[in-house]
């Protein structure tokens, strides 16, 4: 009596595709475990690659869209008096020239936007670094021109014994945002330049 040794066959799953049937292993379709890879692949690329790269340009563009966005709203009492775009601010009587420079601040909040797309567009160290200090200043313009205003209609209003309030809008905090986004990518590069090119394609 000869002992045989019975193998079970692999289990099979069929799928029909234009009227016939096809064995495919079952299991062979199960992409579950390289989706975590891929996606970290991804990010890896993303952030060390070209792809970080094209962000600071994109942050700055959104920047410039944000001045013709509702900057600031400005009401006496319940009542909305005017509400202001940075580029209206930049060629309407909404700040008074009192030495408080806020009609300035305005300006070059207008021109550091395109000039920190200019920044981001250049390759390299320098256009990295020339986009993170373009974002300090957007974000040191954001805060003056805020200070600034509060402190212009808390003294008219004293004067003419009103109560005249502002409510920045979504082109105020837009931009502060992006500012700070553009800040953090660019920084982030910079970082990387700073690395061994070694350790870089090591990692």
Do not use: W
């Not at 008074?96 to 250049?122: H, K, M, W, Y």
């Amino acid at each position: 009596m000869s002992n045989s040794v019975s193998k079970k066959p692999a289990k099979m799953s069929f799928s029909r595709r234009g009227g016939s049937s096809r064995r495919v292993p079952a299991g062979a379709g199960r992409k579950g475990d390289a989706a975590p890879r891929q996606a970290y692949a991804f990010f890896h690329v993303f952030t060390r690659g070209s792809g970080m790269r094209a962000v600071s340009p994109v942050l700055f563009v959104l920047v410039i869209f944000t001045l013709f966005l509702p900057f600031v709203t400005v009401s006496c009492g319940e009542y909305e008096l005017d509400t202001l775009r940075a580029v209206d601010m930049t060629r309407r009587e909404a700040l008074e020239d009192d030495g408080s420079g806020g009609r300035a601040a305005v300006v070059l909040l207008v021109i550091i936007a395109p000039a920190g797309l200019i920044f981001g567009l250049l390759k390299g160290r320098k256009g990295n670094l020339g986009a993170a200090l373009a974002a300090v200043a957007g974000l040191a313009l954001l805060i003056a021109i805020r200070v600034g205003l509060n402190r212009m209609l808390a003294e008219q209003s004293a004067a003419m014994e009103i109560m005249l309030t502002t409510r920045f809008r979504s082109g105020f905090y837009l931009s502060f945002m992006l500012y700070l986004a553009a800040l953090f990518v660019n920084v982030h590069q910079l970082q990387l330049c700073r690395e061994p090119r070694g350790l870089r394609l090591g990692k």
